[in-house]
């Protein structure tokens, strides 16, 4: 039967050897035996491992084991496993197919034992097995010795999935760290998946059989993929993304061109709104539809987030993913103070100036914009709802209405660029500016006819129909 092992402070074990031990040996009809591991005053230490004991895994019949306060995306934030030092090469084992590990920040801060450490290994028979939304960073080997990320050991292990996992700041005494080493291969059917994960300071290594490697971020990919491999939408800090053919596979991008931050102990790898990654991915959701914080992707950027950098370095959209995540009601109070220290992503009502605040990393708190702007360099773009944009283009740039909009919810435009802007419709919606209507339908518009132009609009019927409310300049409305 299907059955809950909790691990944290006051939860029913420990420590999460103590819960996976309990979990039947034989899997078969057991449904799904889920881990939930809470937060523990003391933290996550040592290793722990699915390597031995268990039996008849299959699609219905598996373990899975899960952070339930949420990283937001971010290093040393939500459920962190710290394995210390220790001699052991390997950090955590899984041998066993259908296991689901997700969510967690994993860390060990230095390896004392042979060349090939490991902080997370997967051996036979790890079929089918899934590892997403995992930070894994903050490693070092002994002299001599090298490291890695994630080694898939070399046998055949088919319909393996890592996405939406970042792996950075690996320390390598010899050679050069590697992000993922995997030397098992998939099958014609069931391909190994590595998709939408970001290595900023780290190798790619993968040259076996039946590989799907795609939307991906790393430093640089090494022998990546055998016969019946699809290499697609890559991106590397050097010039070895598109050295295995495939389409949409870009190089020579630097990872600080590309993420928010890249220096050791402050990382942050939501992309910046310059960044190459941010129209470069595509499609994935055959294999998953959401990215490393649980927003459901649309775009599919390349690497673990689907967001990116809204204002001042610090990404609006990782708070609010991050209360989605939690289980359980969610309860505004006010504070009167804001202490440093307090939880990635806590809210607190300031009354003394009746904002709402939003703690970031640090423990600063700031002052949500609850309007965020962007300002668009390409020459197309998908309006988000109350969003807003500043057109800044020497050609034209054309904004599209989003498909789905809620009653009363507001979209603004400011040009910049010589090329003006035009406001673009979905099949279905009209925009009424007050006595004039667009043509219904993809054929209406609203296009700027001086620099500066301005307007703000209301969705005054779901989805079909937006009124402006304001407007600066000469509008054409056709």
């Not at 402070?9 to 889920?34: E, F, M, R, Y």
């Not at 001699?87 to 994993?106: E, K, M």
């Not at 780290?202 to 990546?224: C, D, I, M, P, Q």
Request: charged share 15%; glycine share 10%.
């Amino acid at each position: 039967m299907s059955a809950i092992y909790t691990t944290g402070d006051g939860k029913s074990s420990a420590l999460i050897q103590t819960a996976i031990d309990l979990i039947p040996g034989n899997l078969s009809v057991q449904g799904h035996q889920w881990v939930q591991v809470y937060a523990k005053a003391s933290g996550y230490s040592g290793r722990f491992d699915s390597y031995s004991g268990f039996s008849n895994a299959s699609a219905i019949d598996y373990i899975d084991i899960e952070a339930m306060v949420s990283h937001g995306g971010s290093r040393d934030q939500g459920i962190v496993l710290d394995m210390n030092d220790n001699s052991d090469f390997r950090g955590i084992i899984f041998a066993l197919g259908y296991v689901r590990f997700h969510g967690f920040c994993v860390t060990r801060s230095l390896f004392k034992a042979a060349t090939g450490n490991t902080i997370i290994g997967i051996h036979d028979p790890s079929s089918y097995m899934q590892i997403y939304d995992c930070l894994l960073y903050d490693s070092n080997a002994d002299a001599g010795q090298s490291i890695r990320g994630f080694y898939v050991y070399d046998v055949t292990i088919v319909g393996l999935l890592i996405a939406n996992c970042q792996i950075f700041n690996l320390g390598a005494i010899s050679g050069t760290p590697e992000s993922i080493r995997s030397l098992g291969q998939g099958t014609a059917g069931n391909k190994n998946v590595f998709a939408n994960n970001v290595f900023t300071q780290s190798t790619f290594f993968a040259n076996k059989n039946y590989l799907l490697v795609k939307n991906n971020y790393a430093s640089s990919f090494t022998s990546l993929g055998g016969a019946n491999c699809s290499i697609t939408y890559n991106i590397s800090s050097d010039a070895t993304a598109d050295d295995w053919g495939g389409t949409g596979n870009l190089i020579s991008k630097a990872a600080a061109n590309q993420f928010v931050s890249v220096t050791p102990g402050s990382e942050d790898l939501h992309i910046k709104s310059t960044s190459d990654c941010w129209r470069a991915g595509a499609d994935m959701s055959a294999y998953f539809t959401t990215d490393c914080v649980g927003t459901t992707r649309s775009v599919w950027r390349t690497g673990a987030f689907e967001s990116r950098e809204v204002f001042g370095g610090q990404p609006l959209i990782r708070t609010v993913e991050g209360i989605e995540r939690l289980r359980g009601p969610l309860t505004l109070k006010e504070i009167s103070t804001f202490p440093t220290g307090s939880t990635l992503g806590q809210l607190g009502f300031d009354a003394s100036d009746h904002t709402l605040k939003k703690c970031e990393v640090g423990g600063v708190w700031t002052t949500i914009n609850a309007f965020p702007w962007f300002e668009v360099t390409e020459t197309t773009g998908t309006m988000a709802v109350n969003t807003g944009y500043i057109a800044n283009n020497a050609a034209l740039v054309t904004l599209t209405l989003p498909a789905t909009s809620a009653q009363g919810i507001r979209m603004r435009i400011a040009g910049k660029g010589a090329g003006l802007w035009k406001l673009a419709q979905n099949s279905g919606q009209t925009v009424h500016f007050g006595t004039v209507d667009s043509t219904t339908g993809t054929a209406g518009y609203l296009q700027a006819l001086n620099k500066y132009d301005c307007i703000e609009l209301v969705c005054i019927t779901a989805n079909t129909d937006f009124v402006i409310t304001s407007s600066v300049g000469n509008i054409d409305v056709e």
